[in-house]
C-alpha cells in the first residue's frame, strides 16, 4: 500500500450516491476503502481524526465507473493515430490519410481507425490504389469501425506472404477473416514496445479522465498478442491509473489451457472467444439471411466447440466467455452452455459467472437462458445509438422488423439477466454516461431501461462480470474506487413515469443521478480515484 493509501480521507459538502444512505453528503475514505458514509452533521464528528478534509463544493461522488469490455493498447492507438470516424466523406478520409501520413515520417506502419463507407455519399471504402497515392506507398492499416474487416496498402501486404491465399482476402475490397487477421498481425508487430506503452499510458489517462476506474481488457491471440496483454497488465499494476482486469479469448480444452491462461494473468478464458463476426460487416451469423445479402453470415464456433470450452474452464475454476451478436450465434452459446451444465451441474455453471459480449440479438428464449443458466450479458449500448432505429446499419442490415428486435435490456433486466456496460473501445468510445443514456433513451422505445438501472450495470454490473460482489458500490468496506463529478440538479429517470414520480418522492429513499436527457450536457469528471489512490485530476479545479 502506498502511503497514500494509508491516509484517512473526509469528504463533505457535497451529494455521495449511496444505498446505504439516500441523502448522505459525506463520506470517510481509509485504507483504500470506504469507512463511513452519512450526512453533513455526522461528519463533524469525524473531522479532527482525518488526514485530509475535501470540500466536494457541491459536487456529487459515485462509484467509479467499469468499462466491461476494452481494447487499450488499439484505443491508445486510435487516440495516438488516424482517427477517420469524424470523416463525412471518402474524399475527406483520403485527405486525413495523406495528412497523417506526412505527419507521421518515422512510424513503420501507418494505423487508423473509425471508418464507416454506409455514412459516406461515396457508400464505399476507400481503394487500395487510392490508399497506396495517399500514403506514398507506406505500409497502412485501417480497420472499418467494427474492426471485422480492414483496408491496406500494397506495402502492408508485401509484409505478409500468401496473404492473396488465405479466406477473406478481397484484390479490391476490405479483406476479412484470415486475411485480415493476417496483416492485422503484421501491422502490430510493426508497432514496437514504447510506441504501444505510450497507446496504453494514453487510453488510460483518457479513461481515468472519464471517471472509469476499471476496465475489463478483452485480449486473445485473434486480437492482439501475449506481449502486448502482459506489458498492458505490468503497465497498470506499476503506474496509477485504472485497474485492468484481463481477459484471454483461447479455447480452453483442459487444465494445461487453463493454467496458462492464468499464467498470463488472466482471470478468465472469455472476452472477444468468436463465434462469430459482425452485423456491419456481415458476418454476424443469423438464423435468416441478411436483408442486403444472400447469406447468413460466418460461424465461428458451433455448439459443442462452445461446451466443451465452458465445460473445461467450469471445471478449471475459470470463467468462459465468447463474443457473440448474431440470434444463430447466441443460440449456439445457449446450447452449448446449457450442455455444459448438464455435464459439470447447473449450480457450477451459474457460480462460475460466464459471459457473453455484446449479445445484441436475442430471443424470449435465449434471454431466459441467460436468465437461468447464470450467464453475464456485457453489453455496449452506445451500438444502439450509432447504428440502430429506422434508418440505422441495423435496419439496413436486418430489415427495419428485425433491427427493432436488437439489444432488449429491458427484457434482459426483466428476465434476471445480469448486466454489464462497457464500450469495446475504439469501436465505440469510452463514454460511461454517454453510454447510460444511450440504454436510457434507446432508439427501440420498449428496450428502454431507467439510469438507475444502466448507471448499476455500468458500475456494480462489471464488478460482478468479474464475481466481486462487493465493489462498485459506496457503502462501508467497499474499494474506495469513486469518481466526483461537476452536475446539475439530480434527478429520477425511467421509461415508466409512474416509477419516475414515486421515485422522486423523498419516501422512496431512491438517490439521484444527473438528467441525461438527450441535449443535456453531460457530467465533468473533476477527480478520479481507484483504491483510495487519486488517478486523475481536472486541472484548474
Avoid at 63 to 77: I, K, R
Avoid at 114 to 134: I, K, M, Y
Avoid at 193 to 214: C, D, F, K, N, Y
Avoid at 417 to 433: C, E, H, K, M, Q
Wanted: with cysteine.
Amino acid at each position: 500500500m502506498t502511503e497514500s493509501e494509508h491516509r484517512t480521507v473526509l469528504l463533505r459538502g457535497g451529494d455521495v450516491h449511496s444505498p446505504a444512505d439516500p441523502f448522505a453528503t459525506a463520506m470517510v475514505v481509509e485504507r483504500g476503502h470506504v469507512a463511513w458514509v452519512g450526512s453533513e452533521g455526522a461528519a463533524d464528528a469525524f473531522a479532527s481524526g482525518v488526514d485530509e478534509v475535501v470540500d466536494l463544493e457541491g459536487a456529487l461522488v459515485t462509484p467509479a465507473f467499469t468499462d466491461a469490455h476494452v481494447h487499450t493498447t488499439a484505443t491508445g492507438l486510435a487516440l495516438t493515430g488516424l482517427d477517420l470516424s469524424g470523416a463525412r466523406t471518402l474524399a475527406e478520409a483520403l485527405e486525413r490519410v495523406r495528412a497523417h501520413s506526412a505527419s507521421r515520417p518515422a512510424d513503420q506502419v501507418l494505423l487508423g481507425h473509425g471508418w464507416d463507407a454506409a455514412r459516406w455519399p461515396e457508400q464505399r471504402p476507400p481503394s487500395r490504389t487510392e490508399l497506396d497515392e495517399a500514403t506514398g506507398g507506406r505500409p497502412l492499416y485501417l480497420p472499418r469501425v467494427d474492426v471485422h474487416s480492414a483496408v491496406v496498402t500494397t506495402a502492408l501486404l508485401d509484409l505478409v506472404p500468401g496473404v492473396t491465399d488465405l479466406p477473406g482476402y478481397h484484390p479490391d475490397q476490405p479483406l476479412t477473416a484470415a486475411a485480415h487477421h493476417a496483416v492485422r498481425a503484421a501491422a502490430h508487430a510493426a508497432v514496437t514496445p514504447h510506441q504501444r506503452a505510450e497507446a496504453q499510458r494514453a487510453a488510460l489517462r483518457h479513461a481515468a479522465s472519464l471517471g472509469i476506474g476499471t476496465v475489463h481488457e478483452c485480449a486473445g491471440p485473434e486480437i492482439s498478442d501475449e506481449d502486448d496483454f502482459t506489458a498492458l497488465l505490468a503497465l497498470a499494476a506499476e503506474e496509477p491509473g485504472p485497474r485492468v482486469v484481463g481477459y484471454w479469448a483461447e479455447a480452453v480444452s483442459g487444465e494445461k489451457d487453463a493454467r496458462r491462461v492464468r499464467e498470463l494473468g488472466a482471470i478468465g478464458a472469455a472476452g472477444d472467444l468468436f463465434v462469430d463476426g459482425s452485423l456491419g460487416s456481415h458476418t454476424a451469423c443469423l438464423h435468416e439471411p441478411y436483408a442486403d445479402a444472400g447469406h447468413t453470415g460466418t460461424a465461428h464456433l458451433d455448439a459443442a466447440a462452445v461446451a466443451a470450452h465452458v465445460t473445461a474452464c467450469t471445471e478449471a475454476g475459470l470463467q468462459a466467455g465468447f463474443h457473440a451478436i448474431g440470434d444463430a450465434a447466441v443460440s449456439a452459446v445457449v446450447e452449448g452452455v446449457r450442455a455444459a451444465a448438464e455435464t459439470v451441474g447447473l449450480a457450477r455453471v451459474r457460480a462460475a459467472r460466464h459471459r457473453v459480449e455484446h449479445a445484441e440479438m436475442l430471443t424470449p428464449e435465449t434471454i431466459a437462458a441467460f436468465a437461468e443458466l447464470g450467464v453475464t450479458a456485457s453489453v455496449q449500448p452506445a451500438f444502439d445509438a450509432a447504428w440502430g432505429g429506422e434508418d440505422g446499419m441495423y435496419a439496413q442490415r436486418l430489415g427495419a422488423e428485425r433491427a427493432r428486435t436488437l439489444n432488449p435490456y429491458a427484457a434482459m433486466l426483466r428476465a434476471g439477466v445480469p448486466l454489464a456496460f462497457g464500450s469495446d473501445s475504439p469501436v465505440t468510445p469510452l463514454d460511461p454516461w454517454g453510454t447510460v443514456r444511450a440504454a436510457a433513451f434507446h432508439r427501440t422505445p420498449e428496450h428502454r431501461i431507467s439510469v438507475r438501472a444502466g448507471f448499476t450495470a455500468h458500475t456494480r454490473g462489471g464488478w460482478r462480470a468479474t464475481g466481486r460482489d462487493d465493489a462498485g458500490i459506496l457503502v462501508p468496506g467497499a474499494p474506495a474506487d469513486y469518481a466526483v463529478w461537476r452536475a446539475d440538479e439530480l434527478v429520477v429517470q425511467a421509461p415508466d413515469d409512474r416509477v419516475a414520480r414515486w421515485s422522486t418522492d423523498p419516501r422512496s429513499g431512491t438517490p439521484g443521478l444527473p438528467d441525461l436527457t438527450p441535449g443535456v450536457d453531460l457530467p465533468v469528471c473533476l477527480r478520479t480515484v481507484v483504491s483510495g489512490r487519486t488517478v486523475f485530476v481536472r486541472p484548474n479545479e
